[in-house]
């Protein structure tokens, strides 16, 4: 697994299981270790990790490549300027239930009811999602044009 790919998070004893292959990430990520105790037992998300730079006030990539490879002795320093979400975009396991067999809109419906009510709260965050064309198309303009372009 290579970072920025797409990473599976499990609520499991309190601690958040990264793809059993990618052990590393606990002490690098301990804003997301912390916030794991939202996660109810039984949860699989999928998803992707995304850090936020809080000084150029956007995602940041380069952010997310520093803070994989810091060690644990810099995570905590790192994660206060470039902390660390999961943006959810679906739920594939509730309560221990493979929802895979479902539509993707009855999971999508099970994933919005997790954050209702502040259910889930950062670093967990609930990707957001259109059926319309149009919306999607103004997403696509609005989040994609580079920053001090005309």
């Given at each position: 697994?290579?970072?920025?790919?797409?990473?599976?998070?499990?609520?499991?004893?309190?601690?958040?299981?990264?793809v059993?292959?990618f052990?590393?990430v606990?002490d690098?990520?301990?804003?997301?270790?912390?916030?794991?105790?939202?996660?109810?037992?039984?949860l699989?998300?999928?998803?992707?990790l995304?850090?936020?730079?809080?000084?150029?006030?956007?995602?940041?990539f380069?952010?997310?490549?520093?803070?994989?490879?810091?060690?644990?002795?810099?995570?905590?320093?790192?994660?206060?300027?470039?902390?660390?979400?999961?943006?959810?975009?679906?739920?594939?396991?509730?309560?221990?239930?493979?929802?895979?067999?479902?539509?993707?809109?009855?999971?999508?419906?099970?994933?919005?009811?997790?954050?209702?009510?502040?259910?889930?709260?950062a670093?967990?965050t609930l990707?957001?999602?259109?059926t319309?064309?149009?919306?999607?198309?103004?997403?696509?303009?609005?989040?994609?044009?580079?920053?001090?372009?005309?």
């Amino acid at each position: 697994m290579s970072v920025g790919d797409q990473v599976d998070g499990e609520a499991e004893e309190g601690f958040v299981d990264v793809v059993a292959s990618f052990p590393a990430v606990q002490d690098r990520w301990p804003d997301l270790v912390a916030a794991a105790g939202q996660l109810p037992d039984g949860l699989v998300l999928d998803g992707e990790l995304v850090v936020w730079d809080k000084a150029a006030g956007r995602l940041s990539f380069s952010a997310l490549q520093r803070r994989a490879a810091a060690g644990a002795r810099g995570a905590a320093g790192l994660a206060a300027g470039w902390p660390a979400f999961f943006a959810a975009f679906d739920v594939l396991q509730q309560d221990g239930e493979l929802l895979l067999r479902r539509p993707c809109s009855a999971r999508r419906a099970h994933l919005e009811l997790l954050f209702a009510d502040g259910g889930l709260t950062a670093s967990w965050t609930l990707c957001p999602m259109t059926t319309d064309a149009d919306t999607a198309r103004e997403w696509l303009t609005s989040w994609t044009a580079k920053v001090g372009a005309p």
